[in-house]
């Protein structure tokens, strides 16, 4: 699908790094932080291959290069801001060109620029907005998982307002890099019972205000374009809380779910490489976009995955029928396996293929040993509320019960099982919850994750004389459209799904998903929805003419966390109604992780570790330390008044012309000398330039306020 966040943020950085070099030679001196935004979208080649000589961090030890300039890609944080004041004071390199990942709170600012010496050597100074992590073309996060006990804890409300801050400046920063001043709507829930009904609320005027705030600041912002109006939606996790819990058998979700995968700087999965080989190694084996296998497999239904993946390996056996004889069973799984192990050939191939269906057998094997088949359609008549003919479901307590009371059924599953089922009631009696735990011979400690559920809106009890009222669901389903028998296990639909497409069809309800400035035409939402001339593309471009891209882009942002099912619905909306929709939020949920993040909700704030509330960073104390003296000469014999001084800066001046003992030419040194000093791999015999002419670039002005499987077993 047309734009990649992945792309758009390489090449600002890129394009950001080249203008500076300009042809000229420099150093790019980074720090923790902006090097994991960097490491995410390029490899250190693209950045050496553009006239930069090396790459050092802030934070480590490095030698002073005072005939070179240094180009700074730093986070704005104070500690950094410390680091840098260093390297400006020992005049560490010639001149400094700052590139900030996000704005520099004014305060630091105003210590930067208050330094006489940081005028001196301070040659450019500007702001990227790029303190986020794409992690698939349409998928941006920002490895916060913090950020859900922040939004919900009740002891976190003193670190709300700054957080949504932070949050606001992220997004903001996304909109930038996709070019878009998108209208602003969120998500308000109907007849809340949770004190956290106000965060998509309060988090979308934050981000109105930043926008409107950078647009004031960048009078070149947004750039023209021929697309419509991007839409922002802000919404959190409260608006679907069966979305993290239900059993998902795309393979994405399916695996994140079942596989042990490491999600962390890098997403990889633990596997034996050429098992049973002589050559046999263990290997993490990384899930990118690189991998085409995976990208074009990963939003398949998994019984399709499997046939996909078997029918391209049969395919390739058929090109190269040398590999292969009449007695080969390829409609096994691991007959597939077996025979790639002897490939070695086509070893990136090999590889790629190997770890799917290693993946996808791995989770047929759980699919089958712990009753997913049989538990699954009693998961979907909860979370639709309606069975396969579109009735309300029967007696789901007694198939509730019976799955409890299946030894096959983990005890992870047992507990998904039960707040399922009481959000599809919303709620029981309390009696009822420990009757349930005891059944399923859970702790009785689980009940204190139930309970959570109700600070993110999820009613889980009542009393036994309570009203119930009929709650209805926040998008009804279509009862008159028959369901597919294939389909059966794959009933729900993520909300986000429903909401973008009554947003795309401009239907979207404007009283649970306002906007923050309503717009002055009322019918703008219809006319969206009946399609924009300036969204087609024109019928005069000829085949070998690139067409702009024009079309609508959509941006959700799923506060506390969004499931890879929703990362899916995301992509099938943009792809059926001719749209780039976007979806970011803070970090990726598993239900593992989800259930464990509701149960943190109860414990003390001190245990959770918040990064907000731990002591502030410090610079390493070495930036600090003075230069040590030089050798005294031989005899202890002082150097006479003639000789080297100290000038401004640590540097010492030349020798005085015909002083008395002045010092002899070091010959012995410059013998010892190598010519041949480490230098980049990709870098020519010629010398880095040093850089004379040019202006300073001009300094910024200071902003802010800143899924049965058709499969064998085997």
Same mark, same amino acid.
């Given at each position: 699908?047309g734009?990649?966040?992945?792309?758009?943020q390489?090449?600002?950085?890129?394009?950001?790094?080249?203008?500076?070099?300009?042809?000229?030679w420099?150093?790019l001196?980074? #720090?923790?932080?902006?090097?994991?935004v960097?490491?995410?979208?390029?490899?250190?080649?693209?950045?050496?291959?553009h @006239?930069i000589?090396?790459?050092?961090?802030?934070?480590?030890?490095?030698?002073p290069?005072?005939?070179?300039?240094?180009?700074?890609?730093l986070?704005?944080?104070s500690?950094?801001?410390?680091?840098?004041?260093?390297?400006?004071e020992?005049? !560490?390199? !010639? !001149?400094?060109?700052?590139?900030?990942t996000?704005v520099l709170?004014?305060q630091?600012?105003?210590?930067?620029?208050?330094s006489?010496?940081?005028?001196?050597?301070?040659?450019?100074?500007?702001?990227?907005?790029i303190?986020?992590?794409?992690?698939?073309?349409?998928?941006i996060?920002?490895?916060d998982?913090?950020?859900?006990?922040?939004?919900?804890?009740?002891?976190?409300?003193?670190?709300?307002?700054?957080?949504?801050?932070?949050l606001?400046?992220?997004?903001?920063?996304?909109?930038v890099?996709?070019?878009?001043?998108?209208?602003?709507?969120?998500?308000?829930p109907?007849?809340?019972?949770?004190?956290a009904?106000?965060l998509?609320?309060?988090?979308?005027?934050?981000?109105?205000?930043?926008l409107?705030?950078?647009?004031?600041?960048n009078?070149?912002? *947004?750039? +023209?374009?021929?697309?419509?109006?991007?839409?922002?939606?802000?919404?959190?996790?409260?608006?679907?809380? %069966? =979305?993290?819990?239900?059993?998902?058998?795309?393979?994405?979700a399916?695996?994140?779910?079942?596989l042990?995968?490491?999600?962390?700087d890098?997403?990889t999965?633990?596997?034996?490489?050429?098992?049973?080989?002589?050559?046999?190694?263990?290997?993490?084996?990384?899930?990118?976009?690189?991998?085409?296998?995976?990208?074009?497999?990963?939003?398949?239904?998994?019984?399709?995955?499997?046939?996909?993946?078997?029918?391209?390996?049969?395919?390739?056996?058929?090109?190269n029928?040398?590999?292969t004889?009449?007695?080969?069973?390829?409609?096994s799984? @691991?007959?597939?396996?077996?025979?790639m192990?002897g490939?070695?050939?086509?070893?990136e191939?090999?590889e $790629?293929?190997?770890?799917?269906?290693t993946?996808?057998?791995?989770c %047929?094997?759980?699919?089958?040993?712990?009753k997913?088949?049989?538990?699954?359609?009693?998961?979907?008549d909860?979370?639709?509320g309606? #069975?396969?003919?579109?009735?309300k479901?029967k007696?789901?307590?007694?198939?509730?019960?019976?799955?409890?009371?299946?030894?096959?059924?983990?005890?992870?599953?047992?507990?998904?099982?039960?707040?399922?089922?009481?959000?599809y009631?919303?709620?029981?009696?309390?009696?009822?919850?420990?009757?349930?735990?005891?059944?399923?011979?859970? *702790? *009785?400690?689980?009940?204190?994750?139930i309970?959570?559920m109700?600070?993110?809106?999820?009613?889980?009890?009542?009393?036994?004389?309570d009203?119930?009222?009929?709650i209805? +669901?926040?998008?009804?389903?279509?009862?008159?459209?028959?369901?597919p028998?294939?389909?059966?296990?794959?009933?729900f639909?993520?909300?986000?799904?429903?909401?973008?497409?009554?947003?795309?069809?401009?239907t979207?309800d404007?009283?649970?998903?306002?906007?923050?400035k309503?717009?002055l #035409?009322?019918?703008?939402?219809?006319?969206?929805?009946q399609?924009?001339?300036?969204?087609?593309?024109p019928?005069?471009?000829?085949a070998g003419?690139?067409?702009?891209?024009?079309?609508?882009r959509?941006?959700?942002?799923? $506060?506390?966390?969004?499931?890879?099912?929703?990362?899916?619905?995301?992509?099938?909306?943009?792809?059926a109604m001719n749209?780039?929709v976007?979806?970011?939020?803070?970090?990726?949920?598993? +239900?593992?992780?989800?259930?464990r993040?509701?149960?943190?909700l109860?414990?003390?704030?001190?245990?959770?570790?918040?990064?907000?509330?731990?002591?502030?960073?410090?610079?390493?104390?070495?930036?600090?330390?003075?230069?040590?003296?030089?050798? =005294?000469?031989?005899?202890g014999?002082?150097?006479?008044?003639?000789?080297?001084?100290?000038v401004?800066?640590?540097?010492?001046?030349a020798?005085?012309?015909g002083?008395?003992?002045?010092?002899? +030419? *070091?010959?012995q040194?410059?013998?010892?000398?190598?010519?041949h000093?480490?230098?980049?791999?990709?870098?020519?015999?010629?010398?880095?330039?040093s850089?004379?002419?040019?202006?300073?670039?001009?300094?910024?002005?200071e902003?802010?306020?800143?899924?049965?499987?058709?499969m064998?077993?085997?």
């Amino acid at each position: 699908m047309g734009a990649s966040v992945i792309e758009e943020q390489r090449d600002i950085l890129i394009n950001t790094i080249k203008n500076i070099t300009a042809g000229d030679w420099k150093i790019l001196v980074v #720090d923790s932080d902006s090097k994991k935004v960097i490491d995410n979208v390029a490899k250190e080649d693209d950045i050496l291959n553009h @006239n930069i000589a090396n790459i050092e961090r802030i934070e480590d030890r490095r030698e002073p290069n005072p005939t070179m300039d240094a180009i700074y890609v730093l986070s704005p944080q104070s500690h950094i801001v410390d680091c840098l004041m260093a390297d400006i004071e020992r005049r !560490r390199y !010639r !001149r400094c060109f700052l590139v900030w990942t996000a704005v520099l709170d004014p305060q630091l600012r105003r210590r930067v620029d208050g330094s006489a010496l940081a005028k001196q050597q301070i040659a450019g100074f500007e702001t990227l907005s790029i303190d986020y992590f794409p992690r698939e073309s349409h998928l941006i996060t920002f490895r916060d998982p913090w950020s859900f006990p922040i939004l919900y804890h009740p002891a976190c409300n003193g670190l709300i307002r700054r957080h949504m801050q932070d949050l606001a400046q992220k997004i903001v920063g996304l909109c930038v890099t996709l070019g878009e001043y998108p209208k602003v709507r969120y998500y308000r829930p109907q007849n809340p019972i949770h004190e956290a009904s106000v965060l998509s609320s309060h988090l979308a005027r934050f981000v109105s205000e930043e926008l409107d705030e950078y647009a004031q600041w960048n009078p070149n912002f *947004p750039p +023209p374009s021929s697309r419509p109006q991007g839409v922002l939606v802000v919404t959190d996790r409260s608006m679907d809380l %069966m =979305a993290p819990i239900i059993h998902e058998f795309t393979y994405q979700a399916m695996a994140h779910d079942l596989l042990p995968i490491k999600d962390g700087d890098k997403t990889t999965f633990h596997m034996t490489v050429n098992e049973g080989a002589l050559d046999a190694e263990e290997k993490d084996m990384e899930l990118t976009d690189k991998d085409k296998v995976w990208v074009e497999n990963r939003h398949r239904h998994m019984k399709d995955t499997i046939d996909k993946l078997m029918g391209d390996f049969q395919r390739f056996l058929d090109q190269n029928p040398h590999f292969t004889n009449s007695n080969s069973d390829t409609t096994s799984l @691991n007959a597939i396996k077996d025979m790639m192990a002897g490939l070695p050939q086509f070893q990136e191939m090999k590889e $790629a293929y190997s770890l799917h269906l290693t993946m996808a057998q791995e989770c %047929m094997n759980i699919f089958q040993h712990h009753k997913l088949a049989e538990m699954s359609p009693t998961e979907q008549d909860m979370a639709t509320g309606l #069975d396969e003919d579109n009735r309300k479901p029967k007696n789901v307590l007694d198939a509730v019960v019976r799955l409890l009371d299946d030894d096959a059924v983990t005890q992870a599953d047992r507990r998904r099982l039960i707040m399922m089922y009481l959000l599809y009631r919303d709620g029981v009696i309390p009696e009822d919850i420990n009757r349930l735990l005891a059944h399923a011979s859970l *702790p *009785p400690q689980d009940g204190e994750i139930i309970s959570n559920m109700e600070l993110l809106g999820g009613r889980m009890t009542h009393g036994l004389k309570d009203v119930r009222k009929d709650i209805q +669901p926040l998008f009804p389903i279509d009862t008159k459209t028959p369901i597919p028998e294939e389909n059966y296990l794959s009933r729900f639909n993520p909300a986000v799904k429903t909401m973008l497409e009554y947003l795309c069809r401009g239907t979207l309800d404007q009283t649970k998903f306002p906007y923050v400035k309503p717009p002055l #035409d009322p019918n703008e939402d219809a006319l969206i929805g009946q399609g924009s001339l300036r969204a087609a593309k024109p019928s005069w471009a000829g085949a070998g003419r690139r067409v702009a891209d024009n079309r609508q882009r959509i941006i959700v942002f799923m $506060a506390g966390g969004a499931t890879f099912s929703e990362s899916r619905a995301c992509y099938d909306v943009g792809a059926a109604m001719n749209r780039d929709v976007f979806l970011a939020t803070s970090h990726m949920l598993t +239900p593992e992780l989800f259930i464990r993040q509701v149960g943190d909700l109860s414990k003390d704030k001190r245990r959770l570790d918040i990064p907000m509330e731990r002591p502030p960073q410090r610079a390493p104390a070495h930036l600090f330390e003075r230069p040590a003296p030089p050798p =005294a000469p031989p005899g202890g014999q002082r150097l006479p008044p003639g000789g080297a001084q100290r000038v401004p800066g640590g540097l010492p001046g030349a020798p005085r012309p015909g002083g008395a003992g002045s010092p002899a +030419p *070091p010959t012995q040194a410059m013998g010892n000398m190598s010519l041949h000093a480490s230098r980049p791999s990709n870098s020519s015999d010629q010398r880095p330039l040093s850089s004379t002419g040019g202006k300073p670039q001009k300094l910024e002005k200071e902003k802010k306020k800143r899924n049965i499987f058709g499969m064998k077993k085997t």
